[in-house]
T-cell receptor
Framework: QQKVQQSPESLIVPEGGMASLNCTSSDRNVDYFWWYRQHSGKSPKMLMSIFSNGEKEEGRFTVHLNKASLHTSLHIRDSQPSDSALYLCAARNYGSSGNKLIFGIGTLLSVKP | NAGVIQTPRHKVTGKGQEATLWCEPISGHSAVFWYRQTIVQGLEFLTYFRNQAPIDDSGMPKERFSAQMPNQSHSTLKIQSTQPQDSAVYLC??????????FGAGTRLSVL
């Protein structure tokens, strides 16, 4: 079972629309979260990070974090076809073996012109 | 800065053969991570090094997989007696102390 669970598995939004992606960790030994974006055939690239409770906005992208529930969400407004990609949520596990990032399976976003 | 460099980009092996994957991290980054990506399992953690020392190999299949980091400029992942289920994209990433991972382009391993 995935310790970092993302929903929905896939999402289709019209160009200019809002995309909302969710991520929850069932592993309690996590603290920081990242969102990565992976275009088809490419490697994942960091999109946004969030380490504290609350909200962080960068351009069209907004992330929320609730540390009590270990839930983060990513919202993309005015979605563009170039936003079509696999969005991966990652949580930092701070176990006794050191820090490592655990990834969810991802949400496949398709933005239709 | 060329980013994380992985070679080869593609590797095809026969069942039972050995495969060695190479990774050159970003200069100055203290940590190197290896992940494996498949459609079914997603991005799975394999192992990581910090300042060349092995820290956590909890994701490594114990019997056939091994990883080394002999110097700060490269790491290798070796798979002995490859099996079809080892087919995946193997991704290397490096990070500084802030933990954000920078991934290489990956090595696509196909075991026939």
């Amino acid at each position: 079972q995935q310790k970092v669970q993302q929903s929905p598995e896939s999402l289709i939004v019209p160009e200019g629309g809002m995309a909302s992606l969710n991520c929850t960790s069932s592993d309690r030994n996590v603290d920081y979260f990242w969102w990565y974006r992976q275009h088809s055939g490419k490697s994942p690239k960091m999109l946004m990070s969030i380490f504290s409770n609350g909200e962080k906005e960068e351009g069209r992208f907004t992330v929320h974090l609730n540390k009590a529930s270990l839930h983060t969400s990513l919202h993309i407004r005015d979605s563009q076809p170039s936003d079509s990609a696999l969005y991966l949520c990652a949580a930092r596990n701070y176990g006794s073996s050191g820090n490592k990032l655990i990834f969810g399976i991802g949400t496949l976003l398709s933005v239709k012109p | 800065n060329a980013g994380v460099i992985q070679t080869p980009r593609h590797k095809v092996t026969g069942k039972g053969q050995e495969a060695t994957l190479w990774c050159e991290p970003i200069s100055g980054h203290s940590a190197v991570f290896w992940y494996r990506q498949t459609i079914v399992q997603g991005l799975e953690f394999l192992t990581y090094f910090r300042n060349q020392a092995p820290i956590d190999d909890s994701g490594m299949p114990k019997e056939r997989f091994s990883a080394q980091m002999p110097n700060q400029s490269h790491s290798t992942l070796k798979i002995q007696s490859t099996q079809p289920q080892d087919s995946a994209v193997y991704l290397c990433a490096s990070s500084s102390d802030r933990n954000t991972l920078y991934f290489g382009a990956g090595t696509r391993l196909s075991v026939l």
